[in-house]
């Protein structure tokens, strides 16, 4: 073994501050200690690795946490959550939920990995259109693993005086790497913008720069997550720079389902009408989802009356938007499964009574094929 080498890229590591990546070098060195012949340093060193204790991060405890914030306006460069907190349990579909269940196994076994010579996935990219779950899948991650949720405010960080954004970002990613958290840099496009686009101004392209380098940098303790609406404005070095690239599409109607259901089942809702909203509501996004079933939530503790009467109410102007046939299988459910006359039916999804009665022959239920 080169001893010289290994002494010299251990007091890199050292001087760097980065634990975990110490422990990792640390574990490879004992396993070339071992097939060298070296058993006895191997095992003190070993020994020494199992008995290290782990600082907790402060940001857990804190009352108050003190974050990075712009010298000039004196706002947080950041916002801050911990502990994570969901409104109710996301809906993905197994393409983006298989990405998310391996981020977060590999971190809870972050030391069998280590100990391999593994280090576990450092960044991700999620791209999509908005309100698909990507800011919910940070927040997911963070609670998942207990650590607190720090996302970058844009507001905050871009600054008009010439330099100051590119130092607010540094500060935001210094002040990250000192303690296990998840980072989540929401609205990448707006600080990662292709350098190649003339109408870009010198400083923002400075600022590319700046990030990429912030993001080598990015220590094994932590998890950077990123998020973007608009991925084809990203300047392409910035892709190569993750090590997990998901794209989060658009709902189906059978996970419109399974929201609708998950919101509206604590509140006794009949199951066929459930069906109805989540039909009426297919083709918006999770949030769009979301919005409209808690604005019917409220609206039918103000005007006083039954979920069901105030859902039926507001969704009468979304069937009309639905192909006839689709439209007619709703009319059918909500008839002979949700007690609904055959004229309130009709009258409620806009078709004739006969279509329906021919819609409830056929036995056809107006959900997603």
């Known amino acids: 073994m080169d001893l010289d080498n290994e002494v010299y890229h251990l007091a890199r590591l050292a001087l760097t501050g980065r634990e975990q990546d110490i422990g990792l070098f640390l574990r490879r060195l004992c396993r070339r200690l071992r097939t060298a012949g070296s058993d006895a340093l191997a095992g003190r060193l070993e020994l020494l690795l199992a008995e290290s204790p782990t600082r907790s991060s402060p940001m857990r405890n804190a009352e108050r946490v003190i974050l990075p914030h712009d010298p000039d306006s004196r706002?947080?460069?950041?916002?801050?959550?911990?502990?994570?907190?969901?409104?109710?349990?996301?809906?993905?579909?197994?393409?983006?939920?298989?990405?998310?269940?391996?981020?977060?196994g590999e971190r809870r076994r972050e030391a069998e990995l280590l100990a391999q010579g593994l280090a576990p996935t450092r960044t991700a990219l999620f791209t999509g259109p908005p309100g698909v779950g990507k800011t919910l899948a940070a927040r997911w991650i963070a609670r998942e693993l207990n650590r607190p949720l720090l996302i970058l405010d844009l507001a905050a960080v871009m600054s008009s005086l010439l330099g100051r954004t590119g130092a607010n970002i540094r500060h935001v990613l210094d002040?990250?790497?000192?303690?296990?958290?998840?980072?989540?840099?929401?609205?990448?496009d707006a600080i990662a913008k292709r350098r190649d686009d003339g109408s870009e101004i010198g400083e923002l392209k400075r600022l590319v720069t700046v990030l990429l380098q912030e993001i080598d940098d990015w220590p094994t303790s932590g998890l950077l997550l990123a998020a973007t609406n608009h991925p084809d404005l990203l300047d392409p070095a910035i892709w190569r720079r993750?090590?997990?690239?998901?794209?989060?599409?658009?709902?189906?109607?059978?996970q419109v389902l399974q929201s609708v259901k998950a919101m509206l089942a604590p509140k006794q809702v009949t199951d066929a009408l459930i069906r109805a909203a989540a039909v009426a509501l297919e083709g918006q996004s999770f949030s769009d989802?979301?919005?409209?079933?808690?604005?019917?939530?409220?609206?039918?503790?103000?005007?006083?009356?039954?979920?069901?009467?105030?859902?039926?109410?507001?969704?009468?102007?979304?069937?009309g938007?639905?192909?006839?046939?689709?439209?007619?299988?709703?009319?059918?459910?909500l008839h002979t499964q949700a007690g609904l006359s055959l004229r309130q039916a009709a009258e409620l999804v806009g078709v004739h009574r006969n279509t329906i009665t021919n819609a409830a022959q056929t036995g056809t239920t107006g959900e997603e094929g």
């Open 289 to 319: 989802v979301e919005r409209e079933v808690r604005r019917m939530c409220r609206e039918a503790v103000i005007a006083n009356e039954s979920i069901d009467v105030c859902i039926l109410r507001n969704l009468k102007t979304r069937f």
């Open 321 to 333: 938007v639905l192909p006839t046939a689709r439209r007619a299988a709703v009319g059918a459910m």
């Open 75 to 104: 706002l947080d460069l950041m916002r801050h959550e911990y502990p994570a907190q969901l409104d109710s349990e996301p809906v993905w579909p197994e393409t983006v939920a298989g990405v998310l269940r391996q981020i977060v």
């Open 242 to 254: 993750f090590d997990v690239i998901t794209e989060f599409p658009m709902p189906t109607g059978s």
């Open 175 to 188: 002040y990250s790497k000192g303690a296990p958290c998840v980072l989540l840099l929401d609205e990448l």
